[in-house]
């Protein structure tokens, strides 16, 4: 097989697997929050698309109570962050710090590579992110030193 053919093989399998998903709509009411494990009461999670856990894109959304802090860790996938809702806040680093952070409001837009570390914390009413990404996702503590 020449390069060409190979290359026309490679593309019209690529169109025909673009092709074959389906659109997704959901509306606000449609949306089934669920309790997040692993994290502490009134912590919810909705997916919308596809599965974080497992390879492929995906969506979901995060509500997070006021004032909840997100200790620092890292995540394997590039997540892609918009706050429909809210206030967060997020910074850079193994220690938590929110001086050497920023904070995102409404219509807000955060780009996070893979394996960054990072933490996290909630305003003062709370916030909805929408993480999208391509799975899977998963989350990395980082050990904090004992004091």
Not at 1 to 16: E, K, P, Q
Not at 130 to 147: A, L, N, R, S
Request: proline share 10%; net charge positive.
């Amino acid at each position: 097989m020449n390069r060409v053919s190979a290359l026309l093989i490679g593309g019209i399998f690529v169109i025909g697997t673009v092709a074959a998903a389906q659109p997704v709509a959901v509306k606000p009411g449609d949306v089934k929050w669920t309790d997040m494990k692993g994290m502490p009461a009134g912590w919810k999670r909705a997916v919308l698309v596809g599965d974080p856990e497992k390879p492929g894109p995906y969506v979901e959304r995060i509500k997070v109570p006021a004032n909840a802090k997100v200790p620092p860790h890292s995540h394997p996938d590039t997540e892609n962050i918009t706050v429909p809702a809210g206030s967060f806040g997020i910074g850079e680093g193994d220690k938590f710090d929110k001086a050497k952070g920023i904070t995102l409001g409404v219509g807000s837009f955060y780009m996070l590579p893979g394996n960054t570390v990072h933490y996290a914390w909630s305003g003062p009413q709370g916030v909805t992110l929408q993480i999208h990404g391509v799975g899977p996702t998963g989350i990395k503590m980082v050990d904090q030193p004992k004091q």
